[in-house]
Nanobody, 124 residues
Framework: QVRLVESGGGLMQAGGSLRLSCAASGRTLSSYAMGWFRQAPGKEREFVAAINWSGDTTAYDDSVKGRFTISRDNAKNTMYLQMNSLKPEDTAVYYC?????????????????WGQGTQVSISS
């Protein structure tokens, strides 16, 4: 069974940067696509970014394009989300996810395994 653990969240001022990590255990994830989603209070879980199995293809929601960068280190079984120029509207619980397939998905239903989430709070 795959276990995903996020880290790196916290409180930051607008304009700052944070780097989230998602460490996987229980299975080597080098053949599986992964993604980041977020959920703000009272809102549905939404797509942030995704990456295919090899890391050479990525996708971003328009709201984070140019500010966030998704990457992965298959040797370390870890995925990252570098978040720059943070805005108050980026405040949410951020979840990493993995799916049984090499191509990524941009919808939550496309993923099979989820982490417990890490809180990101951005003050104005």
């Amino acid at each position: 069974q795959v276990r995903l653990v996020e880290s790196g969240g916290g409180l930051m001022q607008a304009g700052g940067s944070l780097r989230l990590s998602c460490a996987a255990s229980g299975r080597t994830l080098s053949s599986y696509a992964m993604g980041w989603f977020r959920q703000a209070p009272g809102k549905e879980r939404e797509f942030v970014a995704a990456i295919n199995w090899s890391g050479d293809t990525t996708a971003y929601d328009d709201s984070v394009k140019g500010r966030f960068t998704i990457s992965r280190d298959n040797a370390k079984n870890t995925m990252y989300l570098q978040m720059n120029s943070l805005k108050p509207e980026d405040t949410a619980v951020y979840y990493c996810a993995s799916r049984e397939g090499r191509a990524y998905s941009t919808t939550p239903r496309g993923y099979d395994y989820w982490g417990q989430g890490t809180q990101v709070s951005i003050s104005s």
